[in-house]
């Protein structure tokens, strides 16, 4: 793929660290590839990076468009929003019927249906694609998240899987599905990739106010994860994460950051989108929730001057319960994944994705941030059963479950009862007890709707809709 009469095989828009990386990557497989960004510096560090001389910078978008090999192909990686709109309009003038596009950044599905339309009926071929990675995935081999304009995508499917993080010797990206199918699974891998951190983030709560275990201490059980059945992308970084020291100072970075968490929005998206199909997704929903009560660290303050807090450790053997706390993680890790899986199964059917779950556990196994050893067992229930209903009702599911469960239940008591804020998990094993529970209250609440807003009801055993006037009734 060399780039004969000067011409490129491939552009890019946006050239900050994501889109730089990605056509780096693409550079070191052979790829003749040209970068577009408005900031000249950021085209010229590109040459600079590029050691296999197949990479060009532009800083003006009509040359950019013209160095490139018809049909021209174009990925923009840009803040999701208006930004993509804008450069959408400014492309076009540019391109010819036939041409592609790709939105490889975090846009709402909603937008990427809006825009698969508006293209398609201008005579283009469009597609969105999520990218998992980072900055080391982009650079290293990402996981892609491709779905839209299919034969768009077998054009461009070289590329993708050249590039693409290897798992098995397997690329780790597959066509998705039709529409925005591509951009709605990559927003509920952030979903999940929400809870997953939220749960890191209580452990490490839990063993430094519960056990009182000093930063060493900690990066070793991190570290001893790791290297068993929680072995994932999070659980590494966060091992380096305690040890971590700036130079010349005497104490981990972490120690100095502020306790308010950012968040782009997609676990926001996530959840709404969940209520919508009416998915159940608490573990996720708890993690956005506390991602914004974290920036109320004023209020927080405040509230903790005027009610007391218990500090003293927990009055348990520090060796049993680490024992019970990689449980507790365990369980609560499947139950995360599991509520994911739920939403994008009834969501494929809601929006007619088509989507294969073991295809997308599949190519999520490696380069992406939410990777992890437990992603195998998820392709293999799905893959045994392609119309599985729940990941929790795959028999091999449930032995983990069955047997991390009791670890749950003893963390999560002696937490609550030290007074120490364990809300993923909490939302995690509530949501698994009430998913095996053959009778859950909510015919009260029905009872309760009835009465005041003569909501009706319906019985057990007897077909019909009922009203009852239930004031004055004994």
Known sequence: MSNSAGKYDFGMIGLGTMGRSLLLNMGDHGVAGAGYDKDATKGKLLETEDQNGNLKGFSDIAVFTSSLKSPKAIMMLVPAGKIVDSVIEELLPLLDKGDILIDGGNSHFTDTNRRVDYLEAKGFHFFGMGVSGGEEGARKGPSMMPGGDKAAYNIMRPILESIAAKVDGEPCVTYIGPGAAGHFVKMVHNGIEYGLMQLIAETYEVLKKGLQLD?????????????????????????????YKEPGVDHILLDDIKDEARAKGTGKWTSQVAMDLQSPIP?????????????????????????????APLKVDTATFLVDLEQAFYFSMIITYSQGMHLLSLASTEYKYELQLAEIAKIWRGGCIIRSVFLNDIFT???????????????????????SLPGSRTVLSNAITAGIAMPAYAASISY?????????PSNLIQAQRDYFGAHTYELTGKEGVFHTQWAGKS
């Open 432 to 440: 698994f007890d009430n998913l095996r529970n053959k009778r859950m």
């Open 215 to 243: 930063n060493e201490a900690i990066e070793k059980i991190f570290t001893q994860w790791n290297e068993g059945r929680l072995q994932s992308y999070l659980m590494e970084i966060t091992k380096d994460i305690f040890s």
């Open 381 to 403: 229930a799905y893959q045994k059963n392609k119309d599985l209903k729940h990941l929790l009702l795959d028999e091999g599911v449930q032995k983990l479950v069955t047997a």
């Open 283 to 311: 573990t996720i929903d708890t993690a956005v929730a506390m991602r914004d009560l974290s920036k109320y660290k004023i209020l927080r303050e405040e509230a903790a001057a005027m009610y007391s807090s218990n500090d």
